[in-house]
Nanobody
Framework: QVQLVESGGGLVQTGGSLRLSCAAS????????MGWFRQAPGKEREFVAR????????YYADSVKGRFIIFRDNAKNTVYLQMNSLKPEDTAVYYC?????????????????WGQGTQVTVSS
């Protein structure tokens, strides 16, 4: 069992930056693929980024590529999402998720554990 707790959300102006953190409990964190998703009001939850257990393989949605960076510190059981050049359309609740089978997926159903989410609001 893995428990995930996100933090770091907030209100930022267009062009600003935020760093989200996701702290995981459970000794098997190092073996899981980790992902970030987001959900805007009235929209479905969508994939943002994912990272393999070793941290050397990452993948991003086209909408955030070049602006967001996902990285992890397995010693701290934490995965991060550095968000730069933020836009109003990035406004959403951001969720951290863990895939215990490392399925290299962008689909929500491939992730077994989810955090409670953290709100990111980008003002224009």
């Amino acid at each position: 069992q893995v428990q995930l707790v996100e933090s770091g959300g907030g209100l930022v102006q267009t062009g600003g930056s935020l760093r989200l953190s996701c702290a995981a409990s459970g000794r098997t964190f190092n073996n899981y693929e980790m992902g970030w998703f987001r959900q805007a009001p009235g929209k479905e939850r969508e994939f943002v980024a994912r990272i393999m257990w070793g941290g050397d393989s990452t993948y991003y949605a086209d909408s955030v590529k070049g602006r967001f960076i996902i990285f992890r510190d397995n010693a701290k059981n934490t995965v991060y999402l550095q968000m730069n050049s933020l836009k109003p359309e990035d406004t959403a609740v951001y969720y951290c998720a863990a895939d215990r089978y490392s399925r290299h997926s962008y689909r929500t159903e491939s992730y077994d554990y989810w955090g409670q989410g953290t709100q990111v609001t980008v003002s224009s």
